[in-house]
């Protein structure tokens, strides 16, 4: 990869910092350049590969911004470590490209991005579960092809999900937030399996039903099951909102697809390798009715073979948290992670990370996983 392919910010800056890949906003560049960084962006499109990666690293870097598209294992760790890198964030709330084990023995702090993904990626779930209930990808292609003749009674008929059952595996804060804008939008019930209970969810749910008997309307449940099968066998459409760990790796296969109703909707917004994307290939191959709403896929950017064709199914490039607020504060919490670990600053112990979204922004670090291991004091107030 050659010095074209990068972008030089605040050349006079004494702190190096390389970013691997161009991020939206301004924002984020000014915290760093206030922080005396100098700012090396690479402005490829191409997924860097670890040896671009250490090669841009070289022999002295402070801090390094990355995607969730590298992976940074012990190699990068001990590179970065060896050229006096003392932080490393991630520019996504996961980090299932990280070995945090690697940079926690190598001593590099690593942060990622929580909270300002939770409603955009709510959203793009429910925008997916009804695009593939309401055929709409189906319906747009056969329009542009010209194949439109005229208004019919039984033109792409698809699924009302109005006071049917949602379903969700994995209750957490994108779960649950999905939850609620299909129970409150759709008078859903909801069934959900986590291994713990949300009881603010179920709290949430019981309060929005006793509003609705007050409106004389007929009340929605929430129900919390002991097993993933009886979602799969209750709900009409299921949002997968999951970790991907050993437990979860292909979560949704041939059996569990088995399981759920001929005209089921199944929606992935959470990572590829939850769901066995061979096994959903078939399963939608021989249940025409079966719909389904991915964002990720196992091998991304690369799908399994069929899957592309198939019209029962809603693929979207990985775009779930892609609106501007979130991608910017994405990029900001990613630099504000750098700039307090390369101040000394403490990390942040709040739920509320908004706070470093504003121009005057807490003196700390807003998401360090790590921090407990590497003996990284905790803010204060």
């Known amino acids: 990869m050659s010095s074209k392919d990068w972008e030089i910010h605040n050349h006079s800056g004494s ?17 760093l350049t206030q922080a005396g960084c100098k700012i090396e962006v690479c402005i490829s499109e191409d997924v860097l590969t670890v040896a ?14 990355g995607q969730l598209t590298e992976a940074w294992g012990d190699e990068l760790f001990a590179a970065l470590k060896a050229a006096g890198g003392t932080a490393y964030s991630n520019v996504a709330v996961g980090y299932n490209n990280v070995d945090v084990e690697a940079a926690t023995k190598h001593g590099i702090p690593v942060g990622n991005t929580p909270g300002v993904l939770t409603e955009t990626t709510a959203q793009m779930a429910v925008a997916l579960t009804f695009a593939a209930a309401r055929r709409t990808g189906e319906a747009e292609r056969f329009l542009r092809a010209g194949k439109f003749k005229g208004w019919l009674m039984t033109l792409f008929l698809g699924e009302l999900l109005w006071r049917k059952t949602v379903g969700i595996v994995g209750a957490g804060r994108i779960g649950a937030a999905y939850a609620r804008m299909m129970v409150e939008g759709h008078k859903m019930n909801l069934i959900y399996h986590d291994l713990y209970p949300n009881q603010d969810l179920e709290n949430y749910i019981a309060a929005y039903a006793e509003f609705l008997k007050s409106q004389g309307e007929a009340p929605v449940y929430c129900k919390r099951a002991e097993s993933l ?17 050993d437990s979860t790796h292909h979560l949704i296969n041939q059996e569990n697809l088995a399981l759920m109703k001929e005209n089921a909707i199944l929606v992935n917004t959470s990572r590829g390798p939850v769901v066995d994307e061979a096994a959903l290939v078939a399963h939608c191959q021989s249940h025409p009715n079966f719909r389904a ?26 775009i779930a948290s892609a609106t501007r607020w979130t991608r910017e504060g994405m990029a900001t919490l990613a630099a504000g992670n750098v700039v307090g670990l390369l101040l000394g600053y403490p990390a942040w112990n709040q739920p509320d990370i908004l706070p470093f979204l504003a121009e005057e922004t807490p003196k700390a670090a807003p998401s360090i996983i790590n921090a407990k291991e590497l003996g990284i004091p905790l803010f204060a107030g």
């Open 15 to 31: 702190k190096r910092v390389i970013v691997t890949k161009e991020l939206p906003g301004t924002l984020w560049r000014r915290r």
């Open 52 to 65: 671009d990666i250490k090669a841009a690293i070289g022999t002295h870097c402070d801090a390094a911004l």
């Open 229 to 245: 099968e009886e979602v799969l066998q209750q709900a009409d459409c299921i949002s997968i909102h999951t970790v991907l760990d």
């Open 293 to 318: 709403g991915l964002d990720v896929f196992e091998d991304e950017p690369a799908m399994k073979p069929g899957l592309v064709d198939l019209e029962n199914v809603v693929i979207v490039p990985h």
